[in-house]
């Protein structure tokens, strides 16, 4: 069975919301897990034991909060270890010209750093799924969207 990893950091509690509207796209997959923690609760070893890995994080000055860098940055004793997996992200932010792209391209890199398999999206927004302000149904639905495609790429490949 797949399993996928989501991560996420919330302050306001709208990146929260977008990480349980991705769970649910995930759940409602047969033949794939899904775990849910904050970034503060993930270790090393969930990486590593997860086929697809998402991270949420609000946008902070263009880039992903420390929080959730503070993850990306243990991440490195995984080095060589995630090759294969399948990653994503998301995030949230008070303002459309927020630095949105530019803070899930920060977790991006990451993965694509660590040999990960990134997908892109066709109907939404084209790196991850992102919310000005808390989430709308339309944000909701993008999100769980973004849930099934994750979760279906990590049973495909795992």
Same mark, same amino acid.
């Given at each position: 069975m797949a399993k996928v990893l989501i991560s996420y950091f919330s302050k306001s509690g709208n990146t929260k919301a977008m990480a349980e509207s991705i769970r649910d796209g995930v759940n409602s997959l047969e033949g794939v897990d899904v @775990?849910? $923690? $904050?970034?503060? @609760? +993930? +270790? /090393?070893s969930d990486l590593r034991s997860s086929d697809g890995i998402i991270i949420g994080s609000p946008t902070y000055f263009g880039v992903m909060a420390t929080e959730a860098k503070e993850l990306m940055d243990k991440s490195i004793q995984s080095y060589g270890k995630l090759v294969g997996k399948v990653g994503g992200a998301f995030t949230s932010s008070g303002m459309i010209g927020g630095g949105n792209e530019t +803070? /899930?391209?920060? /977790?991006l890199q990451g993965f694509l750093i660590h040999g990960m398999i990134i997908p892109g999206v066709q109907k939404g927004n084209h790196y991850?799924? !992102?919310? !000005?302000g808390a989430p709308d149904q339309e944000v909701h639905d993008e999100c769980v969207r973004y849930g099934k495609m994750i979760g279906a790429l990590a049973k495909k490949l795992g």
């Open positions: @775990d849910l $923690k $904050k970034v503060q @609760d +993930t +270790t /090393i +803070t /899930i391209m920060s /977790i991850g799924p !992102v919310s !000005v």
